[in-house]
């Protein structure tokens, strides 16, 4: 295979999603105005389900036009070499191999945020404003922004950087180097992002005592798990939208409750969902799934440096200086495949694992109140209650809520 067969291939490989991607979206769109089923006639009033179903459609076209225009600006920059021009213009500033990738993927990075901040902005104060979502002020807003890039600059500069210096080092092993390197930084992630990450955007406080801390205190020892950690985020600063969240390992392990999830629900309710979080971890989910993307880092780290030193994929993109980043640049487009692949796979086990944590708390607590909590949640999130079953296969991580509820009044033991 040469460099042409594999700039087309890449071509062909971006075309195929973009039409699979829409594909899917027709189909589910063509689902929003099916009947609600019997399990979740209560969940909206007719008029209601009205302003949902228009939320849907809004979403479904402005998602249309934004990925449509991406995947335009994606196909014209690979016709016109545009990766080429960035590595010329990165190697312009600097010739060291670390501060050129860096250079590169900062200016990659830069551009692909500027042509999608006026469809961020559009999508948070126009659509979600619309339908009473937004809570959002431009300061927020823009102060969001600001932390995500200098996070991402140190963090993932970093990270690329130590990558690259296994590489220099190790060269065809580099990979074993980089796995350990991803698996110790997914470790710290799961245990310290809540303590150290969450608070630079958001405000967390302790639950304050009372009831709704005494039943949590109460459902938590009856079923043998330690939790002095409940914490109340202040997500409603950004959005009525609510959730909660289990997080962290042994001594760090923490919940995290929204504040919108405490106003609109119950407390027996939030108790239910808490129960949903708890069987999470006593199933050992979080294990599991960090086991599983460690092993398909590990697959996708192999299979990369098979390529790396092709000059092939260099030239494929234009580029007629090999590199590390052009290299992983062209690799991260042929592996799409495979990726979308494994992501099924991994949403396939996750829902598998969202049933198992219904019934863990249908067994330890009860179905009813974690039930009207999911419909109280979908309601307020204005959430699709027909997805189309192609639809969930692809992309939902969670059953829909009817396959959840019908579960749950099964007598399956999961």
Known sequence: MNATSIFYLIIGILVVDFLLERFLGLLNYTWYSKAIPKELSDVYEPKEYKKSQ???????????????????????????????????????F????????????????????????????????????????????????????????????LLGGGILSLIILCYNWAGAHFWWYVWVLIL????????????????????????????????????????????NKVFVIDGSKRSTKANAYFSGFGSEKRITLYDTLIEQLTEEEIVAVLAHEVGHYKR??????????????????????????????????????????????????????????????????????EYQADYYAKATYKKEPLISGLKALSKTSLSNLTPHPAYIWFHYSHPSLQQRITAMNSTTVY
Not at 70 to 84: E, P, Q, R, T
Not at 197 to 212: A, C, M, R, S
Not at 292 to 315: A, E, H, I
């Open 284 to 353: 050992n989910h979080i294990i599991y799934n960090l086991i599983l993307g460690t092993l398909t880092t590990g697959f996708t780290l192999w299979l990369f440096s098979l390529v790396v030193n092709n000059s092939l994929l260099s030239q494929a993109l234009g580029v007629s200086i090999p590199s590390f980043h052009i290299g992983l640049v062209a690799f991260g487009l042929l592996y799409a495949p495979i990726s979308r692949l494994t992501g099924i796979v991994m949403n396939l086990l996750s829902r598998k694992f």
């Open 54 to 92: 228009e939320y849907k459609k809004i979403n479904f076209r402005f998602s249309l036009i934004s990925s449509t225009l991406s995947f335009l600006v994606i196909i014209l920059f690979l016709h016109f070499k545009g990766f080429a021009l960035v590595d010329q213009i990165a190697r312009g």
């Open 184 to 227: 110790m930084t997914s470790l710290f992630m799961n245990m310290f992002y809540a303590k150290l990450f969450v608070p630079i955007f958001n405000k967390q406080t302790p639950l304050e005592e009372g009831d709704l801390k005494n039943k949590i205190s109460e459902y938590a020892a009856s079923v043998g798990f330690h939790i």
């Open 94 to 153: 600097a010739t060291d191999q670390i501060l050129v990738a860096l250079l590169f993927f900062g200016i990659i990075m830069l551009a692909s945020e500027l042509a999608s901040l006026p469809f961020s902005i559009y999508s948070t104060f126009v659509i979600e404003e619309q339908f009473g979502f937004n809570t959002t002020t431009l300061k927020t807003f823009i102060l969001d922004k600001i932390k995500s890039y200098i996070l991402t600059a």
